[in-house]
């Protein structure tokens, strides 16, 4: 059975804003779902945004075509560009929001060297509640070794990584525990041996959007935005793997960490620097192996399939579309533009032709046909 790998609150990054960004952001229709854009039907409302400071901002939030277009969305009108303003934001920034509420989000904003912008300055001795932050949108440069921004090297990490060499650990949205050795090549700190078995274990690849947060001695807490800047959802879905000898073992699907192997077949396998390693594996008579020992040693694989879920309704998604995981998209086969039927029962002779779309790794559900069996159904938001 696939599992959730935790709840998290809705976030949404936009890399390398543009100035068109500065007066108009688009933000996909995942994000709206659950922010709320207020009442069904209407072409725009007014949401809430918590800028980081403090102050809050009346923003419009647009909507494509009356509101029962294809999920594109946007903050606009003038909250918007005051709110950049403000705050000086410009091309090649980055924002992040995170959903608080139904219609109010708060707002982080990270500079032209991918850090995290502090508008004041703490006192001496004062703490901030916000823990040093980097943003990185992967470049294919970034798949082999990934450099810190300078920026944040000499305001955090100059005192605490002194040698040439040191290992840093990066605690995965899987809840792993990931060793990567850390390489000074003045004036760049690069992430480097175990980073590329990290990226493979996580399914990243060019494009994603990583955020990092220093929890201080050199570990390191990262989310993970898929290309469309939604927060990218992991499941642990079951992975059968055997080596040639009877029965077999079980790991997590994003990020393969231990397996149990046949004592006849082979010894213990040493700890690799590159493996993504469970918190309570020292307990465990599992031997880790690395991802490509995994894959050498995979005959069989099979993924036990969810075919439903659960989701709260909300009046955009009645009136407008309802946005799909894409984790169950692709175990049911969802993977482009089409008509889909629906139907309360097998048993029961009504059915609803709707319009699915893909964007991303996301599905939606929209068009007349979906607007039709909520109303016929009387499904209302709640």
Known sequence: MALSAGVRRSKYAAPLLSPACLRRLCVPGEFVAALGPGDAGEAAAVVLVVGPLGKVWRVELCLGDDGHGDGEAWLGGGGWAELAAAHGLGEGWTVVLRLERRGVASLRAFDPCCCLARFCTPHTGMKTKDRPRFIKLLQQEDLEKMKIPEKF???????????????????????????????????????????????????????????????????????????NGCLKEYTTATLYLTD?????????????????????????TQRSGGACLEESSRKSR????????????????SIVPQNSFTKEMTSYSVHSLLAVKGTFCSQI?????????????MKNKGSWRVAFKTANTYGYINGPGWRKFCLEKKVKKG
């Open 333 to 345: 086969g969802l993977l482009e533009a089409s008509t889909i039927t629906l139907k309360i029962s």
């Open 244 to 268: 040639g000898s009877k029965g077999r073992s079980v790991a997590p699907q994003q990020c393969v960490t231990k397996a149990e192997v046949s004592p006849v077949k082979r010894k213990r």
């Open 286 to 301: 599992a031997s880790p192996i690395s991802v490509k020992k995994v894959e050498s040693h995979m005959k069989h694989l």
């Open 153 to 227: 090297v000499q305001q955090h990490l100059t005192e605490t990584c002194t040698n040439s060499h040191q290992n840093a650990i990066i605690l995965s949205p899987l809840g792993k525990f990931c060793r990567v050795e850390v390489e000074r090549e003045q004036p760049d700190m690069l992430l480097r041996d175990g980073w590329a078995a990290f990226l493979a274990a996580h399914d990243l690849s060019e494009g994603n959007i990583l955020l990092f947060r220093y929890e201080g001695n050199m570990v390191f807490t990262v989310e993970v935005f898929l290309e």
